[in-house]
């Protein structure tokens, strides 16, 4: 790369320049002039020093290319290029975190993309942690975008290496989920009565759904006569600005997620009064009604967003007693009486699809108070 790269001395308003001379992606040479702050009496040699300091510093990055672009105009090209690329949900995380906070950020700065260092990401990190509220998993979230365009870049030779890779991102704290026991379940069954969002909410907690596989459940993948529920399609959440819809079907989140589970009586009962309360609202409102094939659906026939189930769930629930859980939280509830109840991690990681049971382990093994109950009445001798 150090035949790519040449330099010379130029004067301009009384002081030496640096001019770096490197090949662009077209082939055709481009300067970068850089100001040495050195007076041009008696200078020379302190200049061509710096003059040379550049030029080591410019190989040392064994540049392919020189783009003469500065990080944020380059993350807005970045989102272009890869708008067909990746899943709309994901796509509309990109452009939600580049477009709020990382390009105005990365703007201010006018850090060119080629001398974007660990440091000034860092710097990004720390700043979002000082003056935003965004959490800690949020911040996490941008580091990996981050990461993602300038892997990227790496890829197309604009930069040598990646920056983010040694980049700090600030520690987060391991988060403590709080669990419904079985008779406050009941009870939060009772609060989403008569509520659009009901079937959705009984379903969770019966299951411990996540909520795009609750919401994206269709009939078709119900059997009443085997009595089976196959949980292999999910509800993704968009924009018509980028994908033309604002709700896409898409794959469950892993292999392991793609399961069928028995209905239960409860669930059966609670199906089959969804079916006719549908069918009725679709005679009464006729042309009105939003034909589809979801099972948890408005009066109107129209799918319930995952968005909306989040804020529903989170409105209702803090105007009640019960603890102030997440939506997710639902599912964490689910495992965490199933492992009291007896049931073993294996068992527990296949009712919730998880791909790995080390995922159970890892979030629910410090509440599996059965198994704890167990080894000390042994240690007791009962």
Same mark, same amino acid.
């Given at each position: 790369?150090?035949?790519?790269?040449?330099?010379?001395?130029?004067?301009?308003?009384?002081?030496?320049?640096?001019?770096?001379?490197?090949?662009?992606?077209?082939?055709?040479?481009?300067?970068?002039?850089?100001?040495?702050?050195?007076?041009? &009496?008696?200078? @020379?040699?302190? *200049?061509?020093?710096?003059?040379? !300091?550049? +030029?080591?510093?410019?190989?040392? %990055?064994?540049?392919?290319?020189?783009?003469?672009?500065?990080?944020?105009?380059?993350?807005?090209?970045?989102?272009?290029?890869?708008?067909?690329?990746?899943?709309?949900?994901?796509?509309?995380?990109?452009?939600?975190?580049?477009?709020?906070?990382?390009?105005?950020?990365?703007?201010?700065?006018?850090?060119?993309?080629?001398?974007?260092?660990?440091?000034?990401?860092?710097?990004?990190?720390?700043?979002?942690?000082?003056?935003?509220?965004?959490?800690?998993?949020?911040?996490?979230?941008?580091?990996?975008?981050?990461?993602?365009?300038?892997?990227?870049?790496?890829?197309?030779?604009?930069?040598?290496?990646?920056?983010?890779?040694?980049?700090?991102?600030? &520690?987060?704290? @391991?988060?403590? *989920?709080?669990?419904?026991?079985? !008779?406050? +379940?009941?009870?939060?069954?009772? %609060?989403?009565?008569?509520?659009?969002?009901?079937?959705?909410?009984?379903?969770?907690?019966?299951?411990?759904?996540?909520?795009?596989?609750?919401?994206?459940?269709?009939?078709?993948?119900?059997?009443?006569?085997?009595?089976?529920?196959?949980?292999?399609?999910?509800?993704?959440?968009?924009?018509?600005?980028?994908?033309?819809?604002?709700?896409?079907?898409?794959?469950?989140?892993?292999?392991?997620?793609?399961?069928?589970?028995?209905?239960?009586?409860?669930?059966?009962?609670?199906?089959?009064?969804?079916?006719?309360?549908?069918?009725?609202?679709?005679?009464?409102?006729?042309?009105?009604?939003?034909?589809?094939?979801?099972?948890?659906?408005?009066?109107?026939?129209?799918?319930?967003?995952?968005?909306?189930?989040?804020?529903?769930?989170?409105?209702?629930?803090?105007?009640?007693?019960?603890?102030?859980?997440?939506?997710?939280?639902?599912?964490?509830?689910?495992?965490?009486?199933?492992?009291?109840?007896?049931?073993?991690?294996?068992?527990?990681?296949?009712?919730?699809?998880?791909?790995?049971?080390?995922?159970?382990?890892?979030?629910?093994?410090?509440?599996?108070?059965?198994?704890?109950?167990?080894?000390?009445?042994?240690?007791?001798?009962?």
């Amino acid at each position: 790369m150090a035949n790519n790269i040449k330099g010379s001395l130029a004067t301009k308003y009384g002081t030496y320049y640096a001019v770096i001379s490197l090949k662009d992606i077209n082939g055709k040479r481009k300067q970068k002039w850089i100001p040495t702050g050195l007076k041009i &009496k008696g200078n @020379k040699k302190k *200049a061509t020093d710096f003059l040379n !300091s550049k +030029i080591q510093e410019f190989e040392s %990055l064994h540049l392919e290319y020189y783009v003469d672009i500065t990080a944020a105009n380059y993350f807005k090209m970045w989102l272009e290029q890869i708008k067909g690329d990746v899943k709309p949900n994901t796509y509309r995380t990109y452009v939600g975190n580049m477009e709020n906070h990382i390009i105005p950020y990365f703007t201010s700065k006018k850090i060119k993309l080629q001398e974007l260092k660990p440091k000034d990401i860092t710097e990004y990190y720390n700043y979002l942690k000082a003056h935003t509220q965004l959490s800690t998993t949020t911040i996490k979230h941008h580091h990996q975008n981050i990461s993602k365009a300038l892997s990227d870049a790496v890829a197309l030779g604009y930069i040598a290496v990646n920056p983010s890779t040694a980049a700090r991102t600030p &520690k987060e704290k @391991k988060y403590q *989920a709080e669990f419904l026991n079985s !008779s406050q +379940i009941e009870q939060l069954i009772e %609060l989403f009565e008569c509520t659009s969002v009901y079937v959705p909410i009984v379903l969770c907690s019966i299951y411990g759904f996540r909520r795009s596989e609750v919401l994206g459940l269709k009939w078709r993948n119900i059997d009443f006569e085997k009595g089976t529920i196959h949980i292999c399609e999910t509800l993704q959440q968009s924009t018509k600005k980028i994908s033309g819809e604002t709700n896409y079907t898409d794959s469950t989140k892993t292999d392991g997620s793609d399961r069928t589970l028995p209905i239960t009586r409860r669930v059966k009962k609670l199906l089959l009064e969804q079916r006719k309360i549908q069918q009725s609202n679709k005679c009464f409102l006729g042309a009105g009604y939003v034909s589809n094939d979801y099972v948890c659906t408005f009066d109107n026939g129209k799918e319930i967003s995952p968005n909306y189930l989040s804020k529903t769930f989170h409105r209702i629930i803090c105007k009640s007693d019960l603890p102030q859980i997440r939506l997710h939280d639902l599912r964490h509830s689910v495992a965490s009486n199933l492992l009291n109840d007896g049931f073993t991690v294996v068992q527990v990681a296949e009712w919730l699809g998880h791909s790995s049971s080390n995922t159970t382990l890892k979030f629910y093994a410090h509440n599996d108070k059965t198994s704890k109950m167990a080894i000390a009445d042994r240690l007791d001798g009962v």
